[in-house]
């Protein structure tokens, strides 16, 4: 393993213990990613020979930029039904999707999205648009760029993770009580946008 495969390797490490200091309600698993943080952070600097006192992009006080959420739209053969997925703590829907993770790209975001929560290995045929979401404007608590895919299923579908408890198909124009996640007005834009070919963006 070279150098840079090392620094790859534990920077991947300690942004796991980053999710899990900002997710995890476990004081004992808190501690654990808090002890993972500091000994990734350990070995950076001397894998790098530099001391991380300076800000970096895992501080809040970064130069500020909009976070980043994949979305896929996963149409029915006859292109009349999109794949939803239910949110467990919520009980409302929304297109399979979530924040995009380090070191993977917005496709490779929606495959695994895809198959965590609707339990669909999914083909992505291209870029539906890309959305500016911000507080007061839409729902969300940060400034995120929204990047939307569509995408057809590959297979049946399997088993799915714990976040959410439903997923089924429903007409595009009768769709179930949606999260806030994605405004109503967002979702009627892509299905359009779906629907009549077309791109969007902000």
């Not at 979401?133 to 714990?162: D, I, M, Q, S």
């Not at 996640?181 to 963006?201: L, M």
């Amino acid at each position: 393993m070279d150098t840079k495969e090392l620094y790859d390797y534990i920077l991947k490490i300690q942004s796991i213990a980053k999710i899990g200091l900002v997710f995890s309600k476990d004081p004992y698993a808190i501690t654990n990613y808090q002890q993972i943080n500091d000994l990734t952070l350990e070995m950076l600097e001397k894998l790098m020979d530099i001391e991380f006192h300076r800000p970096n992009y895992f501080s809040r006080d970064i130069y500020p930029t909009p976070s980043v959420s994949v979305r896929a739209v996963i149409l029915n053969q006859n292109r009349d039904k999109v794949l939803m997925v239910r949110e467990s703590n919520s009980g409302t829907y929304s297109f399979p999707g979530g924040w995009a993770d380090l070191y993977d790209s917005a496709g490779q975001t929606a495959i695994n999205e895809s198959s965590q929560e609707a339990g669909a290995d999914i083909e992505i045929i291209r870029l539906v648009g890309i959305l500016n979401r911000t507080p007061f404007k839409t729902n969300v608590g940060v400034p995120e760029y929204l990047v939307v895919f569509e995408a057809k299923l590959k297979g049946e579908l399997h088993e799915h993770e714990y976040e959410t408890d439903d997923v089924d198909w429903f007409p595009l124009d009768k769709l179930p009580p949606l999260s806030r996640k994605v405004a109503r007005e967002e979702i009627d834009r892509v299905i359009d946008a779906v629907k009549n070919n077309k791109t969007i963006f902000d």
